[in-house]
DNA sequence: ATGACCATACCGGGTTTCCGGTATTTTACG
DNA sequence: CGTAAAATACCGGAAACCCGGTATGGTCAT
């Protein structure tokens, strides 16, 4: 951001209550300007060509017809600078996956505070995702499922330890400094690896660790 | 939260300076209360018996001996109440998800403003998982781009072939004669893949490549 | 106390990767 | 038919890897 540039703003927006306290909260800002404020998907489509382009589209998830996740892609086709943030009544697991998916940029409770609404706005300009703590919740878990068993390895303890980075794209300079050893130390441990695990490059190290669960 | 309740935190960083701004910060709330403020994972677990329980661990990423990530474990088996906050200075696809899988509860940026922090604490205890923006960023892009089942490649037919001679450890070398194709062909190949999943190196793409079912 | 193993550390030299370019031909699609 | 995307090809320099060595201090069990 940094600058004075004033960044437009369009809100997509079926509950009329709802979607004054958008505007007024948008047009409260000095730095944005709403420039396209409609109750449908259909409305907002209706814009493409006859409305300033926006910075950031405000849209809610739950609206009358065409679904707001749909219409992502669309937004995305002729506005492709513009970021994309959901507001919804429900952090629902699927929803959530959805939007990520058709390429939303941020995700927000409704019963967040004007405060927070307005942050959101600032964050997805300044490149970042903003996300409800209790939607990046729901991140979390999806991300953490499924981390399935460890098999016995004939490394030691150090090289377990080594195998992680170079698993990770650690190169052997970076592996040293977290280790705090000295970078030959760290390519004898790979040298080793690379001799128990039958290997003779890191792709095929990383390739064998992952596969057989070694990490 | 909504009643008086005083809540405890712990502090693991070394840095000295963003050490003492991380105890003022909570010591200002009138609801916290700094419990613990140690310089590293070890003296951390010593207080796992003298100090009182925390319901917040502030946890530098970032820290000499033992890596913050591992010592998640340790805190979640001592107090299965106590909700973890990491801090770090990069956001680093890696790390990000090497802390989740390990269970933090949140993951902040050290450039975190004071007011940032305070109310991720808070939202961490209302259940929540705070996040800042620029991570945020970096989960969704590893959800959109990490689910085997629901989800094409961005790469094209061209690239696939490569990447799996890639992931089975092949040299440019290699690949271009397995293909017929000059070494320089299959090296800008090889560049837009690491370009198209972010990624930049073998192993990496290895790594990215078999947890994501690309290949 | 004496191997066996582990973790540490160092060297040199050939090989390969990685990156940022540029550029031409082929293919696919509206 | 035109054009965007894909596939092909090339260059050079910096960085990282891979290998075959050697070597030393610590730990642990026989």
Redesign the pocket.
């Known amino acids: 951001m940094g600058e004075n540039k004033i960044y437009k703003i369009w809100v997509v927006e079926d509950d009329p209550v709802f979607k004054t306290s958008l505007e007024d909260l948008v047009e409260l800002e000095e730095q944005f300007e709403l420039v396209n404020s409609v109750s449908s998907i259909e409305s907002a489509l209706k814009g493409f060509t006859s409305k300033p382009s926006p910075d950031v589209i405000l849209e809610d998830i739950e609206l009358p017809g065409m679904s707001g996740i749909e219409a992502i892609p669309f937004y995305k086709k002729q506005f492709p600078e513009a970021a994309v943030i959901m507001l919804t009544i429900f952090d629902d697991d699927d929803r959530v996956f959805e939007a990520i998916k058709a390429g939303a940029d941020g995700y927000l409770l409704k019963r967040s505070s004007g405060d927070e609404i307005i942050k959101a706005i600032k964050d997805v300009i300044k490149g970042g995702a903003p996300i409800s703590p209790a939607i990046a919740k729901k991140m979390m878990s999806m991300l953490s499922g499924g981390n399935p068993s460890l098999k016995e390895s004939p490394l030691?303890?150090?090289?377990h330890t080594i195998l992680k980075f170079l698993v990770e794209g650690?190169?052997?300079?970076m592996i040293s400094a977290e280790?705090h050893?000295?970078?030959?130390?760290v390519?004898?441990?790979?040298?080793n690896i690379?001799r128990k695990l039958h290997v003779?490059?890191?792709?095929s190290v990383v390739a064998k660790a992952i596969r057989e669960g070694l990490v």
Chains 1, 2 share one sequence.
């Open positions: 030691t303890k150090r090289e650690y190169t052997i300079d280790l050893i000295s970078p030959f130390t390519d004898t441990h790979t040298k690379y003779h490059n890191r792709s």
